[in-house]
Nanobody, 125 residues
Framework: QVQLVESGGGLVQAGDSLRLSCAASGRTFSTYAMGWFRQAPGKEREFVATINWSGGNTYYADSVKGRFTISRDNAKNTVYLQMNSLKPEDTAVYYC??????????????????WGQGTQVTVSS
């Protein structure tokens, strides 16, 4: 089992950047695929980005492609989401998630059994 703790959220202006971090507990972090999801008020949780166990394979939602970058440091048990050129529509609670099948790509929240508590990102216009 893995426990996840997100950090790095905040209030920024449109066009600014933020880097979210997700620290994981457990010695098996390097075997997990990791994902970032977000949920805006009144909306369903949506996929943002995912990375496989080695970091060699990533996949993004069309809405963030070219602006967001997911990466991981297995030595630090941490996954990151670098968010550039932020837009007001990026405002949401961002969640980190983990799944055991580490070398496959999954964009559906139900495929991820482990979740953090979330960090708020607010982008003002």
């Amino acid at each position: 089992q893995v426990q996840l703790v997100e950090s790095g959220g905040g209030l920024v202006q449109a066009g600014d950047s933020l880097r979210l971090s997700c620290a994981a507990s457990g010695r098996t972090f390097s075997t997990y695929a990791m994902g970032w999801f977000r949920q805006a008020p009144g909306k369903e949780r949506e996929f943002v980005a995912t990375i496989n166990w080695s970091g060699g394979n990533t996949y993004y939602a069309d809405s963030v492609k070219g602006r967001f970058t997911i990466s991981r440091d297995n030595a630090k048990n941490t996954v990151y989401l670098q968010m550039n050129s932020l837009k007001p529509e990026d405002t949401a609670v961002y969640y980190c998630a983990a799944r055991v099948v580490g070398n496959t790509i999954a964009t559906i929240a139900l495929r991820y059994p482990y979740w953090g508590q979330g960090t708020q990102v607010t982008v003002s216009s």
